[in-house]
């Protein structure tokens, strides 16, 4: 128990719609005791867990709720019912830049960015060197990021959350994007943190060739339950035939 | 009360995030403007011309007060302190709804959404005294020791302020329809609250009305510590305080009751 990190117990998660969009449509559907919310379940009695150390690929076709798990990790939502437990501190790398104010420098950037991922001000500063460095835009730290371009946003946003050292690394889909070189690199940051056993990192993403690579477990989820859990391959090759059976 | 010192535990672990998020209010609110942070002192002082005009000369509001303090500063100790509760409580009410990629995204405690907002708000009123400060300064206005009331005052409307934005933006985040209903609210309560007449003009019998409002208290509260030179009424000031502590415990409770469905509905 003590090396798990991640527990998910049970978990249910069910997102809820209003059916009627305006209060005119609303009132009659209440008087009348018809349904006024509509549910969707995103994720229907989930059980696993992860350990200290592991590097998790989390695969399924869209809606299929890989990206509400990582929600869920990161605290961000609750379950319906259902335990998640989380062991550690744990760092979001889902859609860099959430916090950047395109009205401050890069360096201010830096240090808000820093407090939302919630590292001190003198672990900012400790790190402050090498995330310029790592972002390779210098020259432009002391300029408003309204005016970066938007690779320049992303780097800079990929260097202050990769210098969090996170006990839990949540990783969605933001390898995508960027140019090859930076892309390389950050893997190559990954790497390193792969190699470190007190770090676990779960990593979403639809591309196989990453995940095949990068994964030494791969969870495959479809209609909101767990398919497989398994080494890569066999996870990616259920999720292939899958894929196949849908198309035809 | 536990809840409360739950969460204010929690706040002061993330102090850094809440001093970076005031400062990020801060700085970035004026930029790109010429007269920038400015504004600040220039927006109350415009109010305050303008409402002083239509007050004192076309109105003739009396201010009841000895000697012989202006409308112009009869107002202002109160417009200050009414625009912070008023700013405070609409910014901190779209707080949450204007950070819904944070809240998507990132664990933080989310009352530092709303505690920024304040805080910053109250920056601009600290700039926007200063015009008071020289005011008093020219027309000479007499203070004595009791003006040190202003303190616990500002923590009662302070702790009043917080309650009631914590409220408002769970709620807003939810149904939108609170922000407009907000700016329905406000437009009124300052015409319940004594800011632009003397609050001894009101007739006996609404008075209770006005114990009842804590920002009427605090308002009068103001007036008199730092214009009258007097000590503030105790008794109202304790059913203030009182009333404060009751509603920031009912908005943190529901503020937390709603926080786990707060991803889910942005």
Same mark, same amino acid.
């Given at each position: 128990?003590?090396?798990? !990190? ?7 998660? !069910?997102?809820? =719609? ?14 009348? %005791? ?25 695969? %399924? ?28 501190? !744990? ?36 790190? $402050? ?23 320049? #946003?992303?780097?800079?946003? =990929? ?27 950050? =893997?190559?940051?990954?790497?390193? #943190? ?19 690579? =990068? ?23 259920? #999720?292939?035939?899958?894929? $196949?059976?849908?198309?035809? | ?8 535990? @929690? ?9 970076? +998020? ?28 303008? +409402? ?30 009414? /625009?912070?509760? *008023?700013?405070?409580? *609409? *910014? ?23 505690? *920024? ?6 920056? @601009? ?10 005011? +008093? ?8 020791? /009791? ?71 605090? &308002? /009068? ?11 503030? /009424? ?12 009751? &509603? ?15 991803? @889910?509905?942005?």
């Amino acid at each position: 128990m003590e090396n798990t !990190v991640i527990k998910f117990e049970n978990v249910s998660k !069910v997102f809820s =719609f209003q059916n009627q969009k305006t209060f005119k449509e609303f009132l009659p559907a209440l008087i009348k %005791g018809e349904k006024t919310t509509n549910g969707f379940t995103a994720l229907d009695k989930l059980n696993f867990e992860i350990k200290k150390g592991e590097v998790v690929g989390i695969i %399924g076709p869209n809606g299929s709720g890989k990206s509400t798990i990582l929600k869920l990790i990161a605290g961000v939502m609750w379950p319906n019912s259902g335990k998640v437990h989380v062991h550690g501190k !744990v760092s979001p790398l889902i859609e860099l830049g959430a916090g950047m104010h395109p009205e401050l420098t890069g360096r201010e950037n830096i240090y808000l960015n820093g407090a939302i991922l919630g590292l001190k001000r003198k672990e900012i500063e400790k790190n $402050l060197e090498a995330i310029i460095d790592f972002s390779e835009i210098r020259e432009f730290i002391d300029q408003p990021v309204k005016h970066y371009s938007s690779g320049m #946003y992303m780097r800079l946003a =990929f260097s202050i959350a990769i210098h969090v050292h996170p006990e839990i690394l949540l990783v969605d889909e933001i390898l995508a994007v960027g140019d090859s070189d930076f892309q390389a690199k950050c =893997f190559k940051k990954m790497e390193d #943190y792969k190699k470190d056993n007190n770090i676990t990192i779960v990593f979403v993403s639809h591309n196989m060739l990453q995940i095949e690579s =990068f994964c030494k477990r791969v969870i495959y989820l479809n209609h909101h339950q767990v398919v497989s859990d398994n080494i890569p391959k066999i996870s990616i090759n259920k #999720y292939k035939i899958d894929n $196949l059976k849908t198309i035809k | 009360m536990l809840p409360l010192f739950k969460e204010i535990k @929690d706040v002061i672990k993330w102090h850094e995030l809440l001093w970076q +998020m005031v400062g990020r209010e801060v700085k970035t609110r004026y930029k790109q403007s010429i007269l920038g942070y400015f504004w600040v002192i220039l927006n109350p002082l415009a109010q305050m011309i303008v +409402m002083s005009f239509a007050f004192s000369i076309i109105l003739r509001i009396p201010t009841n007060a000895a000697g012989n303090i202006p409308y112009s500063i009869f107002l202002f100790v109160a417009l200050l302190p009414w /625009n912070l509760f *008023s700013n405070s409580l *609409s *910014s901190a009410t779209a707080s949450l709804v204007g950070s819904s990629s944070l809240i998507t995204k990132v664990y933080f405690p989310r009352t530092i959404l709303v505690l *920024s907002t304040i805080l910053a708000k109250i920056v @601009d009123f600290l700039f926007a005294s200063i015009i008071l400060i020289i005011y +008093m300064i020219i027309y000479q206005v007499p203070i004595n020791i /009791n003006i040190l009331w202003i303190i616990p005052i500002f923590i009662i409307q302070q702790i009043f302020t917080i309650g009631l934005s914590l409220f408002f933006a769970a709620a807003n985040l939810l149904y939108r329809d609170i922000q407009y209903l907000l700016t329905l609210i406000l437009l009124l309560w300052m015409y319940i609250t004594p800011v632009i007449y003397p609050a001894d003009l009101v007739p006996e019998k609404y008075r209770i009305v006005f114990q009842l409002n804590p920002m009427a208290v605090i &308002v /009068n509260a103001y007036r008199q510590t730092i214009l009258g030179g007097g000590a503030p /009424n105790y008794s109202s000031l304790l059913i203030a305080c009182l009333l404060s502590i009751f &509603v920031l415990l009912l908005g943190l409770s529901y503020f937390k009751s709603r926080e786990k469905i707060f991803a @889910d509905n942005i």
